[in-house]
DNA sequence: CCGCGTGGTGACCACATGGTCACCATTGAT
DNA sequence: ATCAATGGTGACCATGTGGTCACCACGCGG
């Protein structure tokens, strides 16, 4: 919880210290980023950023809070209107939220690094906060498909379908850096690839 | 490389050192080891630790070398022996590689933190020496195999095997803690839980 | 013109880091 | 007994950390 002092700060100087915090957290993770860089990056004083925030912690959780929350709410009109067919579901919602990520960069890259995260303490606060909350997705995810089809366990559907399109999403992101694309041939792309591994894995290798 | 004084330590003596660095190593990861933490583990001194390697990085590379040839070393006759079938040959490997990281926990463990490194320094040198191996494992492992029933293109299928089996791995590896079984148990467990998810892999979900 | 409060500042603190180096104990050769 | 060499030591160094706090500039009510 960042003090009332920061949050009565206008809009501007916000965006400016969130964005600096960001970058500084999504390139060198939470033990490695200095609060030194963050204060010369946005350009207010040391004491400024410990009078709006407890500590550094305190910032960090700010931060995932809020782009957390902003994700999900941007998420939601497209998750609400989801088909029920598994393989299609999957499909469109993948693309949203691929979506998601393309079109907020340095949000996208700090909730990357956040799911990375090695400081065992943080880690664990970060599980306690919003740990369920990923590995729930994809069960909401199933659970509003008809499941008709399916041959196996619900769980461990769900566990291959996550593991695939987790490892599938983190190699699209990476390759996409030397790519130079408009976003709408991005989706296509994005689509045509994904749409051979969700055949591998409805029809079997 | 170490130095010569390194290597002719008594090896009751290497090996003290080894472990507690490499427990270090995989318990914070690299940046947030500190040199001064090894050697009081290991009951050395900070003086002495420097005439042995060069530098952090130095002893850190040295442990990871030394990590990644045992284990390849251990591995090479179950690899020799493989089937041909390419079900088979995917369950004898796994199997293979999770009784190696029981057999040696510190050293998977240190491994695993090896793989998950954040340090952008570090990671980029690790993929410039190691990189290709972990991913060309998975092609050497099928390349090995007779691919006549496959539907797809052998690149997807491969990292469709890739993602799965590590994110099993993981799970597993994560999971096995609480449980306190013999080496025999475990074993028959990971393949009764293994043979599933291949199963949804092969047949289709 | 004063006094007060408010928000912002950056020099400063205690501490931890990777790395160094003058020193010392032990040995073996002379 | 003396010297040289060897290997081990830990106080010490420069640097960087998260965090503090005495101070200051500014605006406003009197």
């Known amino acids: 919880m960042p003090e009332k002092v920061f949050l009565e700060l206008d809009e501007e100087k916000k965006e400016r210290i969130k964005e600096a915090a960001m970058a500084e957290f999504a390139e060198y993770g939470y033990t490695n980023s200095s609060t030194n ?58 693309v949203a939220e691929i979506s998601w990520y393309i079109a907020n960069p340095l949000k996208g890259k700090f909730m990357i690094s956040m799911a990375a995260e090695r400081d065992s303490d943080i880690y664990a606060k970060i599980i306690k906060r919003y740990g ?48 130079r694309l408009s976003a709408g041939r991005l989706k296509e792309e994005y689509l045509k690839q994904l749409s051979v591994y969700l055949d591998i894995l409805f029809k079997g290798l």
Chains 1, 2 share one sequence.
């Open 37 to 94: 860089n963050i204060v010369k990056e946005c350009g207010i004083s040391k004491g400024s950023l410990f009078k709006y925030f407890e500590n550094k912690e305190d910032l960090y959780f700010y931060l995932i809070d809020e782009v957390v929350s902003e994700m999900a709410r941007d998420l939601a009109p497209a998750i609400a209107g989801l088909s029920k067919d598994l393989k299609k579901r999957i499909t469109e919602y993948s």
């Open 132 to 179: 369920q909350s990923s590995d729930n997705a994809y069960l909401q995810l199933m659970r509003g498909a008809s499941l008709k089809g399916l041959h196996h366990g619900e769980k461990e559907v769900c566990e291959v379908l996550k593991w695939v399109l987790t490892g599938f999403n983190e190699s699209f992101l990476k390759d996409r850096s030397g790519k």
